[in-house]
């Protein structure tokens, strides 16, 4: 079946540094991917997407590029803020009529001043 | 800008009782999508809905049913609570079609405790 993997948390950095999370999927079609991030209490608000191989998402600094090569999705940043701490969640959809998000595990970030 | 309404926030159930969560998608959006959260989790999609009728099913206990209303709310009705129950149900909406289910909004989530 469609899985995520995202690289385990949680993630602790100091403001300023460079960000990386790692993610990878298995799909049974061709996906769209996406990232989400979720702040303490709220819901889940798209950061970006990439919807066909090699595009690059990007969004408040973050950017994401689809590798169909080694199927990732890795989120990067190269100077978080501490308004940047959130949980955040690697996605994707698969092709071909279906309408979920199949999600990561999430990765809690902390940026401290 | 409008949001994804959803209500109550929050909801505390005993076991076996009944739970009723609302959710109303933002205006002309008329697909509506219900996804479990639980604790440490990452959210589980449960079931979809377009032009009231139902367009994907995931992981919803046959103790759970939804429907959505002519004006696109929709309702999750959820019976015999059980304690592995205890999630944040959130609701999302999008525009119709093919590009619509890429751009999926949030709501703030309704958080069920069951004791």
């Known amino acids: 079946g469609d899985s995520v993997t995202q690289m385990e948390g949680p993630v602790t950095l100091s403001e300023e540094a460079f960000l990386t999370i790692n993610c990878t999927y298995t799909?049974?079609?061709?996906?769209?991917l996406f990232w989400y991030v979720q702040y303490p209490g709220e819901g889940l608000q798209l950061l970006l997407k990439a919807t066909k191989a090699d595009d690059k998402g990007s969004n408040k600094g973050f950017e994401a590029t689809y590798r169909k090569e080694t199927t990732s999705f890795h989120l990067e940043k190269g100077s978080v803020q501490v308004s940047d701490s959130a949980v955040y969640f690697c996605a994707l959809i698969v092709d071909f009529g279906n309408e979920k998000l199949t999600f990561g595990t999430g990765t809690r970030l902390t940026i401290i001043p | 800008a409008a949001g994804v309404i959803q209500s109550p926030r929050h909801l505390i159930k005993e076991k076996r009782e009944t739970a009723t969560l609302k959710c109303y998608p933002i205006p002309r959006h008329d697909t509506v999508y219900w996804y479990q959260q639980g604790p440490g989790q990452d959210p589980q999609f449960l079931i979809s809905?377009?032009?009231?009728?139902?367009?994907d099913k995931g992981s919803i206990p046959d103790r759970f049913s939804a429907q959505q209303f002519s004006d696109y709310h929709s309702e999750l009705n959820m019976s015999s609570l059980e304690l592995g129950d205890s999630a944040l149900y959130f609701c999302a909406s999008s525009l119709p079609g093919r590009e619509g289910r890429y751009e999926q909004y949030f709501g703030p989530g309704t958080r069920l405790t069951v004791t």
């Open positions: 809905f377009y032009e009231k009728m139902q367009s």
């Open positions: 799909a049974t079609g061709y996906p769209s």
